[in-house]
C-alpha cells in the first residue's frame, strides 16, 4: 500500500500480530519509522535478542532465557506447592499478583475432545513425575473459568486424586466488580460459596 | 513480568506501538516467541531493513526508501493535479481507492493555534513553490473534516489563491453508510449538497 517493497513487508508482517489488523499495522508502522532511533531500532535488536535466546522451560513450561527458569531454580520457591496454569500468559499474571510463592506447571492448553488435544498433547504426564519428584504437598488447580479449563481440572484431580492436596481458586465477584455488570454463573458461584462475616 | 529482562525489554518497548497496550503487548510477545521462525525473526529483520532505508521524500514528503519518491519520480502522474493531505496515512488511503493518477503534498499535519503549529512547521512554504515549479493546474485539498484539518484547508486555499483551480473532497453519506447513524453535521452537508438524479 505504501508503493514500497520492505515497508509494505513490514506491514504484512506487523499484521500478523495477535490485537493488530492491517490498519493499526500500517499505523504503526508509521509510528516506527517516524521514532527510528528512539523505537524501530531498539525494537528490531529486542526482537533479535529474544529470537537468539528465548526458550521454555524444560521443567514447568514457562518461557526465558535458560533451560531451567528462575523460579524452578530457586530453592526459596520449593514450598511443596504446586500451580498448574494453562499458558504462560497465566503464570505471569499470577506473578504479577506477587502473591503464590510456590512453583508453577504450564500445560501449554486444556484438553479438548473438538481439537483432537488429549493427556500428553499436554504437560500432564510431567506433571505426575513433578508431584513425586519435588516432593509437592499441594497441587493448585489455577486454570480458566471455560468448560475446557474445567474438564481438564477434574481430569488432573482424577489422576492425581490422593496423592496431594488438591485445590482450585476461588469463585465469586470480582474486586470492584458490580452485580449489575456480572453473569449467572458468577453470581451463582458467589451465593454458593458465601462466607459469614 | 516475565523474570526475564530481555522478554521485558521487549514487552515494554511493543507498549510503545498505537493500539497496543501492556496487555495486548505481552500476548503479542509470547506469541512471538512461539512462532519463532515464522514471525519473530522476519520481523525483526523487516525492521533492521526499513531502519537503513526507509526516508521521507524531499519533494512531497511521502514514506519511502529512495529521495524522492516513486509518485514523484513517475512521468505518468504530471497531471497537473497535486491532492494535499495532512498525512503519509491518509497518502497510502488514497492511493488504496486507487482513483488519483495525480501527485501528493504531504503537509504533516495541520495548523493549530493550540498546539503552537504555523505554516512553516508544516509543508507549505514548499507547496507554493512546488504548484509554481511543476505547472500545477488544481490543487485538491484533502484534508480530514476536523476543525484544523478544515482551518488548514481555509489557509491554503488563502495562500494560493488566483494562482490554480482550488477543489477539495465532497462531503455527504459515505457509501454504505446509514442515515440512522450519521451525525447531524453529515447529514446537513449532505442535504446541502444534493444532486439532480
Given at each position: ?13 506487523m ?8 490498519r ?7 509510528h ?18 529474544v ?7 524444560l ?17 526459596d ?12 500468559a497465566?503464570?505471569w499474571?499470577m ?48 486454570l480458566?473459568a ?32 458490580e ?15 458465601r462466607?459469614?462475616?
Amino acid at each position: 500500500m505504501s508503493s514500497n517493497s520492505e515497508i509494505d513487508a513490514l506491514i504484512d508482517l506487523m499484521a500478523k500480530l495477535p490485537g493488530l489488523g492491517p490498519r493499526s499495522a500500517r499505523r504503526a508502522v508509521l509510528h516506527l519509522i517516524r521514532k527510528r532511533a528512539l523505537l524501530l531500532t531498539p525494537l528490531s535488536d529486542a526482537m533479535q535478542q529474544v529470537a537468539a535466546t528465548a526458550r521454555e522451560c524444560l521443567n514447568c513450561g514457562n518461557v526465558g532465557t535458560t533451560d531451567i527458569c528462575d523460579i524452578c531454580n530457586s530453592e526459596d520457591r520449593a514450598t511443596g506447592e504446586l500451580c498448574v496454569v494453562e499458558d504462560v500468559a497465566d503464570l505471569w499474571a499470577m506473578e504479577r499478583a506477587g502473591v503464590f510463592k510456590g512453583r508453577y506447571h504450564v500445560l501449554g492448553g486444556t484438553l479438548s475432545a473438538l481439537d483432537g488435544v488429549g493427556p500428553d498433547d499436554l504437560r500432564i504426564p510431567r506433571l505426575r513425575d513433578r508431584v513425586t519428584a519435588e516432593n509437592i504437598t499441594e497441587v493448585i488447580l489455577a486454570l480458566n473459568a471455560t468448560v475446557d479449563g474445567q474438564t481438564t481440572a477434574h481430569y488432573i484431580a482424577d489422576q492425581l486424586e490422593g496423592q496431594v492436596r488438591l485445590t482450585s481458586l476461588a469463585q465469586g465477584v470480582p474486586i470492584g466488580g458490580e452485580l449489575d455488570y456480572l453473569d449467572d454463573g458468577t453470581i451463582t458461584a458467589a451465593l454458593r460459596a458465601r462466607k459469614e462475616l
